[in-house]
């Protein structure tokens, strides 16, 4: 278990007591330019003091009786700016990351393969790319077989493609090793983390899963044109002859592209991102379009956003699904609390976490 | 008894090394008869040279060597006071002439100049009377002449009698009042006043053996520097210790 | 080998090579620390640390070899402790002759360095605490590496500044040949007696040799350090 | 009228011989990390030699003769490090920022604040979060007043909120000034540019409009599952009680919220950027749900893209559309070449640049 | 004010600290292009340029003195332009004792300056060229601000070098008191004539007044330079 309470003692007001982390899993980091993501990264490296607590893998990081040191912390940290050593090659910069103690978290023929670097390996690091940059300071984070990874945007400048591996190689990674991850990209965020820290000010503001954040319609994160609920998925059987995965939401049957879901196995759980503008609300059930996936749902919410928008809320048998609709859409299908309804989703414009595997080749 | 221990690294082993602390003026004739006592005697010497302030300075504290010629008296007394030397081996060995040395240059021809003259030089060089006592000498020869006062914006003092010779030799400065034993160092036949002895206060050079060191060599060499030796100073620029009176009657010339 | 130089000459070579080796060599073994301390540390007295420094620099050489040889005269406070340590003198032993030049061309090594420590970019010596480098393997893997060119060229000054050195090495060394006569003495020696032929050839020598070294040194610093994009 | 051509001896053999961009508009510059984007950048600039030729301006900037000095090209460089003058306040870089001529480009009062800087004005720049140093630097390449905005992926620290908003700020500017924007977010350059250049493997690989680059099956980026078409619209009438504007795309109505549509004026002509993967494909006309915008379209290609999923090409009167739908559903639709078809888009889905500023309060 | 001091004393304060202010200024002005020259050209010269400057520091400074009094001389190669420029002898002038210092001091000045501008950002400096700076304001706008500390650094060295200087300074001076006899000079001349009460006096003087301007000239040059994040 990690659990730190930070403490902010210019806007102390609203924020989060304490927050509290399992030893495994990723957790994104989600704030406007300016609202204290890598303040809060460095001070969990220990790099700055501020005050607050940190107790994280049994043992006191920062308390009464003063702080850990960084040295000891084993993190591994990929700051905003990379920060490679700049007299070496990229080679050079990884030799210098020796394994703390004798944990395998990470394989590094593997993790050069998946970041692309084997070909880089005797550049000096000033004569990389951007976003060459940033993958050479994931590896050397990596390679020190951390025992919790603070990734402050560490893929900004990497283009979509690579990202997407990268994630999901992190994804899998985090089973066995938590991850802090700071990114701007709420669909990353969605598609990757079980847990969210939202921050403001310089404060924590909430902690949630994704589902649960981006649809509280009191965070002005839900009023975002990339607003997204997500549903969990129980993994069917597979159509072979059509190559798509039947997967079943909350007793409901649902149809994806397989390779949509590659990841997961049979009986398996699979989370389902659906961004709540693609979900598009019938009275009855559609025949004769390529729309193939409708669930009956009950509409338990109807919030205004922007001028001319609405988001409803809906309700399957347990789970929650957020919609944006136009005013006009709205009026028309006279939507009312506790109305039975049909929202449909496009299979395409599903986005799971396996979709990140699902790309043109490397 | 604050008697310096130095000397015994150097000293041991090399029974037969005499290390000789002498006045950078003095170091030329030094050579010659350092050569020819080493042969003699089949003793190995070295000249250490410098200031003779600086090599007082040394042996203040503790340097290692064996005998001092100092281009003054002064020096060599205060080092008997100290306890540092043997005082009844506080000898002149040599004196100094001081020279008039205008060079011909600009308006003026050359030749030998005449004391009056001393006063139309533009700039005139001296060692610094403080530290060196050519310096010493060329102040009192311009007090005499009622020039001191009148002449100090155009007195360049070198640090030694050597760089008051190189301010003239270089033609920086117009003219100078230097050892005799530069200018024959330096090549200098022409051009030159010796000024007369009685015009400044003699120039004693005097020696001493210093303490701890090897005394019995370097008196020896003292006897060699006082006999043979004085055979050499009249073509080097100095008088010899014996032309002037006795050497106890310079014991007090400080 | 010969050139016109006496045996005299060859001897003050030799002995002016090695003092100015083993000064700077202990110089850039003792002032990575300090200077390091000196860039880094944000105690109220660290300025005056910086001028004690550079105050040797402050006394004419000559009158710093004075205090010096007071220091190490066998009844001063450094020369009695070192006899009572080691049984022998200090002043007018080659050991004299490098703490004297050590002190004299300290603050040469000692600023270039604590500017290049001080230029360093810190993030990347943040991420090494986190790859948890100690302070021993991050000064010699980072920064050492990275200020290579600087510490060359301040060894390189202080070098010089050595084999230049006169006034310091004269007051406490006495020039006695074969044990503390170095060059610039020698050289000053051929000035003062009017020996320019020998002054110019020994000068000569010794510029050019320098030349040559220096910038085989500078060429050599330039190689290994490429300026980063 | 610029043009230049840029030529990389390693590998010159499929790049694009000659560029040639207008002197407005907002040109994306797209590829992989380590295409060769950023040294693009810094050879318009004038910052590293390279073979090839540019002209700009009616001047000469490389050619036989020799190169322009970087201080007379007057661009305005953004490099992807920011390199905002460390030993200053914001205040303080954007004072160093003289203005070329007598052009006014921007004005600063409204610059600052669209960046939002005013707060940040006496900061020393070192103590700002990586956003903030972004918006830093674009202010001050934009204060010289340049001929050539030259920006390096200047936003990919600054969150989606102000992304949006400065996205949105550019696009405006580009009627002025043309700008080069390089960006891994091709979301933002479908709304925002007019021009895509294409890069890979160091060289210009297409240049085109982003509905054609995107929409190009020989180009993997219509693989992407962002891809998306551009349909330009014709603004019509405002309807004042449902909020909505009414558009015509090539003869056909279509109805947005009128907030998709603010910065531009009936007559106008709006581009409108369509998911490839929000396009929903129908026999028939749909009723009683809340899609409302249907086109009656032409197919006119069927490609198989991922393992099961198709991309439909289709015709508009004069514009064509992609859309991706599942094999499934193709087969089910029974879709041939020459079908006539419906395709339908939720109004809430469609990507405008007016979208950009249809935000959350900033 | 009387601490013991003679009017000797206090002239030779003045004219040292007008030496020694007079050197570090032009070497401030002098060297920089240099430097920067230095710093960034990719000739293959420049390792020689750079032992060149190195050279002045490897002859003892009496010996430099030497060759620059021949070179002063009105017959010499320097002295006789400059007797025809400005119609006054060179030697045994305050600008004797300038060019002097200069030559003595300027590897210590050009030294650090070239290690700083080294280790400037050079992406600054490029986008200092795309917002059409010209180099003169890069110079004093980016470059200068950014090596304050090592300028003012620098500058210290060369001034405290100065002080302490000489050996050139005896040669070409002539030790005229009120024209070119410096404090170094009368601190040199009370230890050569034994007078250790004077000397001691001074040297304290000077080194507690020196020990009082570093310091605060170094928590100056601390206050204005933060280090970066
Ligand atoms: N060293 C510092 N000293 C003072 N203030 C700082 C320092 N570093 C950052 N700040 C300020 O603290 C606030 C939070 O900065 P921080 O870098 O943590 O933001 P962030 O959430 O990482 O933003 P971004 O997404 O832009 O990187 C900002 O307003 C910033 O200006
Ligand atoms: N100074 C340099 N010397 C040699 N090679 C370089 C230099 N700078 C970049 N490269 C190489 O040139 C290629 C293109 O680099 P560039 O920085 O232009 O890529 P980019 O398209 O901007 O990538 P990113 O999106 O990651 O920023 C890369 O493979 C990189 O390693
Ligand atoms: O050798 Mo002296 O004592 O300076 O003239
Ligand atoms: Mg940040
Ligand atoms: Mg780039």
Request: with cysteine; proline share 5%.
């Given at each position: 278990?990690?659990?730190?309470?930070?403490?902010?003692?210019?806007?102390?007001?609203?924020g989060?007591?304490?927050?509290?982390?399992?030893?495994?899993?990723l957790?994104?980091?989600?704030g406007?330019?300016?609202?204290?993501?890598?303040t809060?990264?460095?001070?969990?490296?220990?790099l700055?003091e501020?005050?607050?607590?940190?107790?994280?893998?049994?043992?006191v990081?920062?308390?009464l009786?003063?702080?850990?040191?960084?040295?000891?912390r084993?993190?591994?940290?990929?700051?905003?700016?990379s920060?490679l050593?700049?007299?070496?090659?990229?080679?050079?910069?990884l030799?210098?990351a020796?394994?703390?103690?004798?944990?395998?978290?990470v394989?590094?023929?593997?993790?050069l393969?998946?970041?692309?670097?084997?070909?880089?390996?005797?550049?000096?690091?000033?004569?990389?790319?951007g976003?060459?940059?940033?993958?050479?300071?994931?590896?050397?984070?990596?390679?020190?077989?951390?025992?919790?990874?603070?990734?402050d945007?560490?893929?900004?400048?990497?283009?979509q493609?690579?990202r997407?591996?990268?994630?999901?190689?992190?994804?899998?990674?985090?089973?066995?090793?938590?991850i802090?991850?700071?990114?701007?990209?709420?669909?990353?965020?969605?598609?990757?983390?079980?847990?969210?820290?939202?921050m403001?000010?310089?404060?924590?503001?909430?902690?949630?899963?994704?589902?649960?954040?981006?649809?509280?319609?009191?965070?002005?994160?839900?009023?975002?044109?990339?607003?997204?609920?997500?549903?969990?998925?129980?993994m069917?059987?597979?159509?072979?002859?059509?190559h798509?995965?039947?997967?079943?939401?909350?007793?409901?049957?649902?149809?994806?592209?397989?390779?949509?879901?590659?990841v997961?196995?049979?009986?398996?759980?699979?989370?389902l991102?659906?961004?709540?503008?693609d979900i598009?609300?019938?009275?009855d059930?559609?025949?004769?379009?390529?729309?193939r996936?409708?669930?009956?749902?009950?509409?338990i919410?109807?919030?205004?956003?922007a001028?001319?928008?609405?988001?409803v809320?809906?309700?399957?048998?347990?789970?929650?699904?957020?919609?944006?609709?136009?005013?006009?859409?709205?009026?028309?299908?006279k939507?009312?609390?506790?109305?039975?309804?049909?929202?449909?989703?496009?299979?395409?414009s599903?986005?799971?976490s396996?979709?990140?595997?699902?790309?043109?080749a490397r | 008894d604050?008697?310096?221990?130095?000397?015994?690294?150097?000293s041991?082993?090399a029974?037969?090394?005499?290390?000789?602390?002498?006045?950078?003026?003095?170091r030329p004739?030094?050579?010659?008869?350092?050569?020819?006592?080493?042969q003699?005697?089949?003793?190995?010497?070295?000249?250490?040279?410098?200031?003779?302030?600086?090599?007082?300075?040394?042996?203040?504290?503790?340097?290692?060597f064996?005998?001092?010629l100092?281009?003054?008296s002064?020096?060599?007394?205060?080092?008997?006071?100290?306890?540092?030397?043997?005082a009844?081996?506080?000898?002149?060995?040599?004196?100094?002439?001081?020279?008039?040395?205008?060079?011909?240059?600009?308006?003026?021809?050359?030749?030998e100049?005449?004391?009056?003259q001393?006063?139309?030089?533009?700039?005139?060089?001296i060692?610094?009377?403080?530290?060196?006592p050519?310096?010493?000498?060329?102040?009192?020869?311009?007090?005499?002449?009622?020039?001191w006062?009148?002449?100090?914006?155009?007195?360049?003092?070198g640090?030694?009698?050597?760089?008051?010779?190189?301010?003239v030799?270089s033609?920086?400065?117009?003219?100078g009042l230097?050892?005799?034993?530069?200018?024959?160092?330096?090549?200098?036949?022409?051009?030159?006043?010796?000024?007369?002895?009685?015009?400044?206060p003699?120039?004693?050079h005097?020696?001493?053996?210093?303490k701890n060191?090897?005394?019995?060599?370097?008196?020896?060499?003292?006897q060699?520097?006082l006999?043979a030796?004085?055979n050499?100073?009249?073509?080097h620029?100095?008088?010899?210790?014996?032309?002037?009176?006795?050497?106890?009657?310079?014991?007090?010339?400080? | 080998?010969?050139?016109?130089?006496?045996?005299?000459?060859?001897?003050a070579?030799?002995?002016?090579?090695?003092?100015?080796?083993?000064?700077?060599?202990?110089?850039l073994?003792?002032?990575?620390?300090l200077?390091?301390?000196?860039?880094?540390?944000?105690?109220?007295?660290?300025?005056?640390?910086?001028?004690?420094?550079?105050l040797?620099?402050?006394?004419?050489?000559?009158?710093l070899?004075?205090?010096?040889?007071?220091?190490?005269?066998?009844?001063?406070?450094?020369?009695?402790?070192?006899?009572?340590?080691?049984?022998?003198?200090?002043?007018f032993?080659?050991?004299a002759?490098?703490?004297?030049?050590?002190l004299?061309s300290?603050?040469?090594?000692?600023?270039?360095?604590?500017?290049?420590?001080?230029?360093?970019?810190?993030?990347q010596?943040?991420v090494?605490?986190t790859?948890?480098?100690?302070?021993?393997?991050?000064?010699?893997?980072?920064?050492?590496?990275?200020t290579k060119?600087?510490?060359?060229?301040a060894?390189?000054?202080g070098?010089?500044?050595?084999?230049?050195?006169?006034?310091?090495?004269?007051?406490?060394?006495?020039?006695?040949?074969?044990?503390?006569?170095v060059?610039s003495?020698?050289?000053?020696?051929h000035?003062?007696a009017?020996?320019?032929?020998?002054?110019?050839?020994?000068?000569?020598?010794?510029?050019?040799?320098?030349?040559?070294?220096?910038?085989l040194?500078?060429?050599?610093?330039?190689?290994?350090?490429k300026?980063?994009?």
């Amino acid at each position: 278990m990690i659990s730190f309470s930070y403490i902010n003692q210019t806007t102390e007001a609203s924020g989060l007591k304490e927050v509290q982390l399992a030893e495994s899993g990723l957790c994104g980091v989600f704030g406007r330019s300016g609202a204290g993501k890598t303040t809060l990264l460095r001070w969990l490296a220990g790099l700055i003091e501020k005050e607050g607590t940190i107790e994280a893998f049994g043992a006191v990081w920062q308390g009464l009786s003063g702080s850990l040191r960084v040295e000891a912390r084993q993190v591994g940290y990929v700051p905003q700016e990379s920060a490679l050593f700049s007299h070496l090659t990229v080679a050079g910069n990884l030799a210098l990351a020796k394994p703390f103690a004798n944990r395998a978290v990470v394989e590094k023929a593997e993790l050069l393969d998946v970041l692309m670097l084997e070909p880089l390996l005797d550049k000096p690091v000033t004569e990389l790319s951007g976003g060459e940059r940033q993958r050479v300071a994931l590896a050397r984070a990596l390679l020190v077989n951390p025992r919790w990874l603070l990734l402050d945007e560490p893929l900004s400048a990497v283009d979509q493609v690579h990202r997407r591996v990268i994630g999901h190689y992190l994804k899998q990674l985090s089973a066995r090793l938590p991850i802090l991850l700071v990114s701007h990209s709420e669909q990353e965020l969605g598609a990757l983390c079980d847990n969210i820290l939202l921050m403001d000010e310089g404060c924590l503001r909430a902690q949630g899963s994704p589902s649960e954040l981006f649809s509280r319609p009191d965070l002005q994160i839900s009023h975002r044109d990339s607003a997204a609920s997500l549903l969990l998925a129980q993994m069917m059987e597979y159509d072979p002859v059509h190559h798509t995965q039947h997967l079943m939401v909350d007793g409901q049957p649902l149809e994806i592209p397989a390779d949509k879901a590659v990841v997961t196995a049979a009986g398996e759980t699979l989370p389902l991102r659906l961004m709540c503008r693609d979900i598009i609300l019938s009275r009855d059930t559609l025949q004769g379009t390529s729309l193939r996936n409708g669930f009956s749902v009950t509409v338990i919410g109807i919030h205004s956003t922007a001028e001319s928008q609405v988001l409803v809320r809906l309700q399957l048998a347990e789970q929650k699904l957020l919609a944006r609709i136009t005013e006009r859409s709205a009026e028309e299908l006279k939507i009312k609390l506790g109305d039975p309804i049909y929202a449909y989703v496009k299979a395409v414009s599903l986005v799971t976490s396996a979709d990140v595997a699902s790309l043109p080749a490397r | 008894d604050p008697t310096p221990q130095g000397g015994a690294a150097n000293s041991t082993g090399a029974s037969r090394t005499l290390i000789i602390a002498v006045a950078n003026s003095f170091r030329p004739v030094a050579e010659l008869i350092a050569a020819e006592f080493s042969q003699r005697h089949n003793v190995q010497i070295q000249l250490a040279s410098a200031s003779s302030g600086v090599l007082a300075n040394q042996i203040l504290h503790g340097a290692p060597f064996d005998l001092f010629l100092s281009a003054d008296s002064a020096r060599p007394a205060l080092l008997v006071d100290r306890g540092l030397a043997y005082a009844d081996s506080r000898l002149t060995y040599a004196r100094g002439i001081l020279v008039f040395w205008w060079p011909p240059g600009g308006s003026h021809k050359g030749g030998e100049p005449r004391l009056k003259q001393l006063n139309d030089v533009s700039r005139l060089s001296i060692a610094n009377p403080r530290t060196a006592p050519y310096g010493e000498a060329a102040k009192a020869l311009l007090q005499g002449q009622g020039l001191w006062t009148s002449m100090q914006k155009r007195l360049v003092r070198g640090a030694g009698a050597s760089q008051a010779y190189q301010f003239v030799a270089s033609g920086n400065i117009a003219a100078g009042l230097l050892p005799q034993s530069l200018l024959l160092q330096g090549g200098v036949e022409h051009d030159y006043l010796v000024i007369p002895q009685e015009l400044y206060p003699p120039l004693a050079h005097q020696a001493v053996v210093i303490k701890n060191g090897k005394a019995q060599l370097a008196r020896q060499f003292l006897q060699h520097l006082l006999g043979a030796g004085q055979n050499v100073l009249a073509e080097h620029g100095f008088y010899p210790a014996a032309s002037f009176a006795s050497t106890a009657l310079h014991r007090g010339a400080d | 080998m010969d050139f016109g130089f006496s045996a005299q000459d060859i001897a003050a070579l030799w002995l002016t090579v090695k003092l100015s080796a083993v000064t700077t060599l202990l110089l850039l073994v003792l002032c990575p620390p300090l200077a390091w301390w000196l860039a880094h540390t944000r105690r109220w007295h660290r300025p005056l640390i910086e001028a004690i420094v550079a105050l040797p620099l402050i006394l004419p050489p000559t009158v710093l070899g004075f205090y010096l040889l007071v220091a190490f005269a066998p009844q001063g406070p450094v020369g009695s402790y070192w006899q009572a340590l080691f049984g022998t003198p200090l002043a007018f032993s080659f050991s004299a002759l490098v703490i004297g030049s050590m002190l004299y061309s300290l603050p040469f090594i000692v600023q270039p360095l604590q500017a290049a420590y001080q230029a360093i970019d810190q993030r990347q010596l943040e991420v090494a605490r986190t790859l948890g480098m100690s302070p021993l393997r991050r000064f010699f893997k980072i920064i050492l590496p990275q200020t290579k060119r600087a510490t060359g060229a301040a060894g390189v000054l202080g070098f010089s500044h050595t084999v230049g050195e006169f006034g310091v090495v004269l007051m406490i060394g006495g020039n006695i040949p074969g044990a503390t006569q170095v060059l610039s003495i020698v050289l000053f020696d051929h000035v003062e007696a009017l020996d320019y032929a020998a002054a110019h050839r020994l000068a000569g020598g010794l510029l050019l040799f320098s030349l040559l070294a220096l910038s085989l040194t500078y060429s050599w610093l330039r190689a290994g350090n490429k300026a980063p994009r």
